[in-house]
């Protein structure tokens, strides 16, 4: 501990100065600035009463208060107290007391006090502030509820033995007959009072290795906050209702209803969002109903989309009014699509215009190794390119003339002529190409049965969507003209005759992948998609 204490005392008075008018008014003493002393000092707050301060030796080593303070800043240390002992000799059933190692900005000042009037030309004893405190251990932490296990029993010499890897107690040691005894009486207490529990258990349980470590909440004189409640629960399991606390200050998050495509579908919302939903915006709330009644399966996005700016803002703000009237999937043709309530489109055929379809732009590869090397003629600066590159360029040609400002309206929507979004995420009835919408509404390429994976579609005919969507949507993308019609020509021949040959679906899927496969690869060799 640095020694250079900075002293500070007041100034001294002269005692011969002549009395002056009574109607002046004293001036104020300036006692200035002191600057704040070098020397520093660390406290550790002990949760309890203080006659001997070095005793803390007993039940903390110095040199863990030595690695505690003198640690790094950034670390986050904690001091323990341990009363039954420490390192090898402590006791394993005790759980020690923890402290945290916290800033503090507290000074130690010695103020001295005069009983006498001061004789001028003595020395002023010295006061003002002394040590400056840099750290200090909270102790917020409670000690749990602590057992002492008997030490004579097999489990706790094992217990013992593999502390201490006793190499031959551990080989030679037997489990000893169960006993069928569980629990025991307890005796009475000297003073021929009864216990305060009638038995004892007989199961020789060891206690936990890892104590609570909650903190006390001191400022509410180690009480629960009053905005803590109970608040009463139904449990499943059990059968019956249960308490817990809650905090109802804290604000509540609400999120969808997710089912899978097999689970019954839900009919209403949660009590608790049926219980505020007076409180939204009834006009909102209105809008978002039709559009569910006009259209039972919404996109995200595509929702919002029929928004205004300030609309779209307070649903975004407020998570409560999607929960409160739809529903998604977790799995299957209708992952993350809202769903109006009570509507279940695996078993309406006509939702088959409802599905969703998605691919994925830019492959990332892995950690290059034998079996995945990075090609020889890739692109470099396609490998390059920062990830905003399309919003870039697209605010490029805007402001050159070059196509119309985008849209968040028309965002959800593909036409194959203009692109308003860089995400090939779609509902199939909003997909207008005309070379991709005749084989969406083929009765041909329908299912009887809604599929998991395909949905309503055959797998093949799914894969040609998927397959045309990614070509078309990828030249678009990249070029900013309109796929023609040779980039595509190929698939759909394929695909035709395939099924004029009369093959088997199973094949003609394998035959659409393939060769989204082989494209895919093409599209990493011209350098269209990033490796």
Not at 90 to 96: I, K, M, W, Y
Not at 168 to 188: C, D, G, M, R, V
Not at 434 to 453: A, K, R, S, V
Request: proline content about 8%; overall charge negative; charged content about 30%.
């Amino acid at each position: 501990m640095d020694e250079d204490i900075a002293q500070s005392s007041p100034p001294a008075f002269d005692n011969n100065a002549s009395a002056g008018p009574s109607n002046l008014t004293q001036p104020k003493t300036s006692w200035g600035e002191k600057p704040l002393p070098r020397a520093t000092y660390r406290s550790i707050e002990y949760p309890g009463p203080v006659a001997y301060p070095d005793l803390i030796h007993n039940v903390i080593r110095p040199l863990d208060i030595e690695e505690c303070f003198n640690a790094n800043i950034a670390d986050a240390r904690q001091l323990e107290m341990r009363y039954r002992g420490a390192g090898l000799e402590a006791d394993r059933s005790a759980v020690p007391v923890r402290g945290t190692r916290v800033a503090s900005q507290k000074m130690l000042v010695k103020l001295t006090k005069r009983r006498k009037k001061a004789i001028p030309g003595q020395a002023q004893p010295p006061g003002g502030c002394k040590w400056r405190g840099l750290f200090t251990t909270d102790i917020q932490a409670m000690a749990d509820y602590q057992s002492t296990p008997a030490k004579d029993t097999g489990i706790a010499e094992l217990t013992q033995a593999l502390d201490e890897l006793d190499y031959h107690t551990i080989l030679s040691y037997k489990f000893p007959q169960l006993n069928e005894e569980f629990i025991a009486p307890t005796t009475p207490d000297e003073d021929g009072e009864a216990p305060a529990f009638p038995f004892r258990s007989l199961l020789e349980l060891q206690p936990t290795p890892v104590a609570s470590n909650r903190h006390l909440p001191t400022s509410f004189t180690y009480r629960n906050s009053s905005h803590a409640v109970v608040e009463r629960i139904w449990d499943d399991e059990l059968g019956a209702y249960k308490d817990r606390l809650v905090n109802k200050s804290r604000k509540t998050g609400w999120a969808m209803i997710t089912i899978g495509s097999s689970h019954p579908v839900p009919t209403q919302p949660e009590e608790g969002i049926r219980q505020h939903m007076p409180k939204l915006d009834q006009k909102i709330l209105k809008k978002l109903q039709d559009l569910l009644d006009e259209r039972p399966v919404w996109m995200r996005y595509s929702l919002l989309a029929q928004f205004s700016d300030a609309e779209r803002y307070e649903i975004e703000s407020n998570k409560m009014y999607l929960p409160a009237v739809a529903f998604t999937y977790g799995a299957g043709p209708f992952w993350k699509t809202m769903v109006r309530w009570g509507y279940d489109p695996c078993s309406d055929p006509a939702a088959h215009k409802y599905q969703r379809v998605y691919i994925y732009l830019d492959v990332k590869r892995g950690r290059n190794n034998v079996l995945n090397a990075p090609a020889e003629d890739v692109d470099e600066e396609e490998a390059k390119r920062p990830s905003f590159w399309w919003e870039t360029e697209q605010d490029r040609r805007i402001a050159e003339g070059l196509r119309p400002p985008m849209d968040k309206a028309k965002s959800y929507l593909f036409d194959g002529q203009l692109l308003h979004r860089n995400k090939p995420d779609y509902q199939l009835i909003d997909i207008h190409d005309p070379i991709i919408e005749p084989f969406i509404y083929d009765p041909m390429g329908l299912h009887d049965t809604c599929d998991p994976h395909s949905g309503w579609y055959r797998r093949s005919t799914f894969e040609l969507i998927k397959m045309l969507l990614r070509v078309r949507y990828m030249y678009l993308r990249d070029t900013n003209e309109p796929a023609p019609e040779s980039s595509y020509r190929d698939v759909i021949e394929a695909f035709e005759n395939a099924v004029n040959e009369g093959q088997d679906p199973e094949a003609i899927e394998g035959l659409m992948r393939r060769m989204g496969a082989i494209r895919r690869q093409r599209d990493r060799e011209r350098g269209t998609e990033a490796p």
